[in-house]
């Protein structure tokens, strides 16, 4: 997705409707959903400096287990520690 935070809503929404499919219990899904919403701000605001030329990407995997794993990357250097 473009580093734009107008962009983030369109991506919890989808993440939300695959984990629905997956039957992830409302309660974890609002859980999961916060919780991607705010790696997804994080990554336009620190990540990408709110600039919408780069881009922030957002993967969804799961296993046979029925485990997820979300991945939120962006072009920023990571933390730095103080």
Do not use: F, W
């Amino acid at each position: 997705m473009p580093a734009d935070a107008e962009a983030i809503g369109a991506v919890v929404n989808a993440i939300s409707e695959t984990l629905g499919r997956l039957e992830v219990p409302e309660q974890k899904l609002l859980e999961i959903a916060l919780a991607v919403q705010e790696a997804l701000s994080n990554a336009v605001v620190y990540g990408c400096g709110n600039d919408p030329s780069k881009q922030v990407r957002c993967r969804l995997k799961t296993d046979a287990d029925r485990h997820i794993l979300i991945i939120v990357t962006d072009p920023g250097r990571g933390s730095t520690p103080l």
